[in-house]
């Protein structure tokens, strides 16, 4: 019995158990659809740049970045579309900007130049929150080297004090 006792082996049963709990806890939760159908509404409610065309569209869930376990923070669902032709990215910005406030209060960042496969041009994010609600634009599909220039808008329940 006392060989099974020592660090070497307790040390990775202990991990392997919790890692394994950890899987059948985010199996058997799975994506809370109560989640999904309210970040499906936050969506339905934002609406889209006129003359959009969605290209895609998916929820998962999320584990926040101080997680050690892969145990289910949210569940985040997230809606790509398709401008008109010719549709700058801060056109995108400032029509949403200008329709959600002040409802909703905003945050806008600016990406690296270059950044995740970028042309020079930088992207735009802008975080929108309210109440328990997170909402996120990121226009870095309309500046990288697609087939097809795309923004996102992502909405996911608020878990404490920021988004």
Known sequence: MRRFLRPA????????LLFGAGIVYA???????????????VLADVGVYPDSKE???????????????????????TAAF???????????VNYFLSRLRPDW???????????????TERSYRVTFSRSDQCLILGTAGMV??????????????????SC
Do not use: C
Not at 27 to 41: F, I, M
Not at 57 to 77: C, D, H, I, W, Y
Not at 144 to 161: F, H, I, K
């Open 55 to 77: 290209v895609g569209r998916n929820s998962e869930t999320f584990a926040g970045a101080e997680a050690a376990l892969p145990v289910p923070k949210g569940v985040v669902t």
């Open 82 to 92: 398709a401008p008109p032709e010719g549709t700058d990215q801060l056109e995108i």
């Open 27 to 41: 199996v058997t939760t799975g994506l809370d659809s109560g989640a999904v159908d309210k970040n499906e509404q």
């Open 105 to 119: 209060s905003a945050e806008v960042e600016r990406s690296l130049a270059g950044a995740a496969g970028t042309t």
């Open 144 to 161: 990288a080297d697609l087939a097809q220039p795309v923004y996102t808008l992502s909405a996911y329940g608020r878990e404490g004090d």
């Open 9 to 16: 082996i307790v040390i990775p049963a202990v991990a392997v």
